[in-house]
């Protein structure tokens, strides 16, 4: 199972990016996946998560951030509008291998990918 986080970058305040979140070895249907992020000398944060029915943001994302997923592709997107430089990090996706799973805000997926750097600095 891989899962390959992409989309990352530099950008100004208050510009946007979209992270994907594509998946080999594995089916994203059915299944909860979610986004966290690190910024630098912190700790992992979570971000947003998907699940059948069911769509949750942190404060810090919510009116900002949307999460969708195209089950056609098997990814997972992350679309970031008005970015600050506070949401400047390493962005990483994650699943959770259990059918059915629902959306968790803690660490609790079984999959992770390798990260992606956003930066938003002018």
């Known amino acids: 199972v891989q899962l390959q986080a992409s989309g990352g970058g530099l950008v100004q305040p208050g510009g946007s990016l979209r992270l994907s979140c594509a998946a080999s070895g594995f089916t994203f249907d059915h299944r909860a996946i979610g986004w966290f992020r690190q910024a630098p000398g912190k700790g992992r944060e979570w971000v947003s998560c998907?699940?059948?029915?069911?769509?949750r943001y942190a404060d810090s994302a919510k009116g900002r951030f949307t999460i969708s997923r195209d089950s056609t592709k098997n990814t997972v997107y992350l679309q970031m509008n008005s970015l600050k430089p506070e949401d400047t990090g390493v962005y990483y996706c994650a699943a959770d291998r259990r059918y059915g799973s629902k959306c968790e805000a803690g660490p609790t997926y079984d999959y992770w990918g390798q990260g992606t750097l956003v930066t938003v600095s002018s």
């Open positions: 998907i699940s059948d029915g069911d769509l």
